[in-house]
């Protein structure tokens, strides 16, 4: 029991550190900088973290992109304004997603500067194969440590683990919560001290201030990646744009 407790919270927090860290904050917003030895830790990083559920650096820069562009529009890749509930919209930015990762949606070359790339890794992390044996390794775990088969109910919490992320932030933090910026968008905070989702829950502070690695900006409010930025950054890991 103390083992799935522990697999729930870390590969949740594992899996979103990198998503917010590294598609969304380096891949997508450039905040910061690295050498390409990094690029390639936190490749092999997301891989281990969202396995069954990886999802392209490269490719989410790029949707994600196109999101900051096109808020709410037609042409917004995921806007709860076009869908009637959350499911329904992840389902159509699974297909938006995939069109952009096989390359059958065209992307215009300003979308594509400084987004990290390394296509054969990608390839690998993407494929069925690793994503089948990632499957199966939740289930051994459950298998090895689960008290009751009750227990296989949390499995497709493991299998769709970023695309619940994506969901929360997509559809959440454009529907509900406080605004401190009126932006031309529908995008919401979510929660002022934001340990449920490290910070991307302060969604509208950073559709005002996409380029900004802190996505905290009132006193009352707290984005728990960002200290872990600072961190990376004093080590070298990392170099903040502004620093
Ligand atoms: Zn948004
Ligand atoms: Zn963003």
Same mark, same amino acid.
């Given at each position: 029991m103390t083992y799935i407790i522990i697999f729930v919270v870390v590969h949740w927090y594992l899996s979103l550190f990198i998503q917010t860290?590294? $598609?969304?904050?380096? &891949? #997508?917003?450039?905040q910061f900088k690295m050498s390409s030895f990094w690029e390639k830790f936190f490749y092999i990083f997301a891989w281990i973290a969202q396995g069954s559920c990886y999802i392209s650096p490269k490719a989410y820069a790029y949707m994600h992109r196109l999101h900051h562009e096109h808020?709410?529009?037609?042409?917004?890749?995921?806007? !709860?304004? $076009?869908? #009637?509930n959350a499911l329904s919209m992840i389902w159509d930015t699974k297909e938006t997603y995939r069109k952009i990762w096989i390359g059958e949606t065209h992307i215009p070359e =300003?979308? =594509? =500067?400084?987004v990290p790339s390394w296509d054969s890794f990608d390839k690998m992390a993407h494929s069925a194969v690793s994503k089948v044996a990632w499957g199966a390794l939740y289930t051994a775990f459950y298998v090895y440590f &689960?008290? #009751? &088969?009750?227990?296989?109910?949390?499995?497709p919490y493991h299998y769709l683990q970023a695309a619940i992320h994506g969901v929360i932030i997509n559809w959440g933090a454009h529907k509900y919560g406080y605004r401190n910026h009126t932006v031309e968008d529908t995008s919401t905070n979510l929660?002022?001290?934001d340990i449920l989702m490290m910070g991307e829950g302060l969604h509208n502070n950073h559709h005002q201030q !996409? &380029?900004?690695?802190?996505f905290a900006q009132k006193w009352f409010e707290f984005d728990p990646t960002y200290p872990i930025i600072s961190l990376l950054h004093k080590l070298d890991i990392i170099r903040l744009r502004r620093a």
């Open positions: 860290f590294f $598609h969304h904050r380096y &891949a #997508s917003h450039g808020a709410d529009t037609d042409e917004d890749p995921h806007t !709860p304004l $076009h869908f #009637s =300003k979308y =594509k =500067k400084n &689960a008290p #009751s &088969a009750w227990f296989y109910l949390l499995l929660f002022p001290i !996409p &380029a900004n690695p802190n």
